[in-house]
T-cell receptor, first 111, second 114 residues
Framework: QKEVEQNSGPLSVPEGAIASLNCTYSDRGSQSFFWYRQYSGKSPELIMFIYSNGDKEDGRFTAQLNKASQYVSLLIRDSQPSDSATYLCAVRPNTGNQFYFGTGTSLTVIP | KAGVTQTPRYLIKTRGQQVTLSCSPISGHRSVSWYQQTPGQGLQFLFEYFSETQRNKGNFPGRFSGRQFSNSRSEMNVSTLELGDSALYLC?????????????FGPGTRLTVL
């Protein structure tokens, strides 16, 4: 079983819509959860991280964490064509300092 | 502030050869992690160094090794290259050790094994 799972997509949404990206993880003791964005041919860049159950908002992005159900999601409001990228979910377990990444969800925002 | 730099950006090698990749972290960052990214497997953790010590190691064969120098620069070495080692190798640096949250990735080294 993979540590972190994401729907590979592709996910297509029209410009201005809400894009919803989901991620599940297997280690119940995981403490930190991260969303990265990776444009084609580029390296991942951190969008935001979340530790506590509930929602965390940063501009058009909202991360949602539900530890009981072991999932974390990312909502992108007012999606823009520039949001078209692959979104990677990463989880850091309670022990150790390594990150486990999902394989990413490809998002396309259609103008 | 300069970002994470990796050299070389592109490499072409043949099976059986060895390769050394270099990573210079952001100034002040002491932790360097290495990842392999392939289309099928995604980003997979190789190892992490902090203050010249390997603290964590992923599930890769012993052909993959690394080290970190006193200036926090890090190198990774792959010996006896196989076709399946073709990938984008990314390093990421972070400021602290035991409880870091933000990793900043370098541009990567694209390795092609023929």
């Amino acid at each position: 079983q993979k540590e972190v799972e994401q729907n590979s997509g592709p996910l297509s949404v029209p410009e201005g819509a809400i894009a919803s990206l989901n991620c599940t993880y297997s280690d119940r003791g995981s403490q930190s959860f991260f969303w990265y964005r990776q444009y084609s041919g580029k390296s991942p860049e951190l969008i935001m991280f979340i530790y506590s159950n509930g929602d965390k908002e940063d501009g058009r992005f909202t991360a949602q964490l539900n530890k009981a159900s072991q999932y974390v999601s990312l909502l992108i409001r007012d999606s823009q064509p520039s949001d078209s990228a692959t979104y990677l979910c990463a989880v850091r377990p309670n022990t150790g300092n390594q990150f486990y990444f999902g394989t990413g969800t490809s998002l396309t925002v259609i103008p | 502030k300069a970002g994470v730099t990796q050299t070389p950006r592109y490499l072409i090698k043949t099976r059986g050869q060895q390769v050394t990749l270099s990573c210079s972290p952001i100034s002040g960052h002491r932790s360097v992690s290495w990842y392999q990214q392939t289309p099928g497997q995604g980003l997979q953790f190789l190892f992490e160094y902090f203050s010249e010590t390997q603290r964590n190691k992923g599930n890769f064969p012993g052909r993959f090794s690394g080290r970190q120098f006193s200036n926090s620069r890090s190198e990774m070495n792959v010996s006896t290259l196989e076709l399946g080692d073709s990938a984008l190798y990314l390093c990421a640096s972070s400021r602290r050790g035991a409880d870091y949250n933000e990793q900043f990735f370098g541009p990567g080294t694209r390795l092609t094994v023929l």
